[in-house]
T-cell receptor
Framework: DAGVIQSPRHEVTEMGQEVTLRCKPI?????LFWYRQTMMRGLELLIY????????DSGMPEDRFSAKMPNASFSTLKIQPSEPRDSAVYFCASSLLASGQETQYFGPGTRLLVL | RKEVEQDPGPFNVPEGATVAFNCTYSNSASQSFFWYRQDCRKEPKLLMSVYSSGNEDGRFTAQLNRASQYISLLIRDSKLSDSATYLC????????????FGRGTSLIVHP
């Protein structure tokens, strides 16, 4: 399996621009997570989906952030408008809880820099 | 009080040393526990699960103390390649399946 795929790997944008991050989970996994990691706050869970349905988005910082999962093989995290404080590494992870395996498999991350 | 707490370190140890990290969690109803490893500029990867009876994988030993609400990771005979950040993960810390990550403990193994 190719593992969790994220794109782009790096993104540099200017404040106010829209940013879209993409994730392809491991085929067959039923949970998908979006995380943000910074030096100051560590790894923060933003939102997670179960079978394409958003379950908990309480970690989404504000209305500028939105996430979708239109099908089992694709999810997006959108920031509109972006701000410098959104600069971070954004990870997507997937797991197969139905099998009793709670292991999360992370993608390589998207390094976002908002100028 | 944070749900999952770790000493950020760094722990600076020579090759061959034994080093141990602890991680405390606040929710006594937490269900499952893990250690992940994260190398610099890489994604976290599962190192090992932590079972009630304790478990060992080569040079690594993980233990759970439910009474005191902490988990530990022991690394014996440290290698240079063990240098990384070790993240403690607790599932059910928030009363649900939601996984909660600690901030991580940095380990530096030097020659």
């Amino acid at each position: 399996d190719a593992g969790v795929i994220q794109s782009p790997r790096h993104e540099v944008t200017e404040m106010g621009q829209e940013v879209t991050l993409r994730c392809k989970p491991i085929s067959g996994h039923d949970y998908l997570f979006w995380y943000r990691q910074t030096m100051m706050r560590g790894l923060e869970l933003l939102i997670y989906f179960n079978n394409n349905v958003p379950i908990d988005d309480s970690g989404m910082p504000e209305d500028r952030f939105s996430a979708k999962m239109p099908n089992a093989s694709f999810s997006t995290l959108k920031i509109q408008p972006s701000e410098p404080r959104d600069s971070a590494v954004y990870f997507c992870a997937s797991s197969l809880l139905a099998s009793g395996q709670e292991t999360q498999y992370f993608g390589p991350g998207t390094r976002l820099l908002v100028l | 009080r944070k749900e999952v707490e770790q000493d950020p370190g760094p722990f600076n140890v020579p090759e061959g040393a034994t080093v141990a990290f602890n991680c405390t969690y606040s929710n006594s109803a937490s269900q499952s526990f893990f250690w992940y490893r994260q190398d610099c500029r890489k994604e976290p990867k599962l190192l090992m699960s932590v079972y009630s009876s304790g478990n060992e994988d080569g040079r690594f030993t993980a233990q759970l103390n439910r009474a005191s609400q902490y988990i530990s990771l022991l690394i014996r005979d440290s290698k240079l390649s063990d240098s990384a950040t070790y993240l403690c993960v607790v599932n059910g810390a928030g009363g649900s399946y939601i996984p909660t990550f600690g901030r991580g403990t940095s380990l530096i193994v030097h020659p």
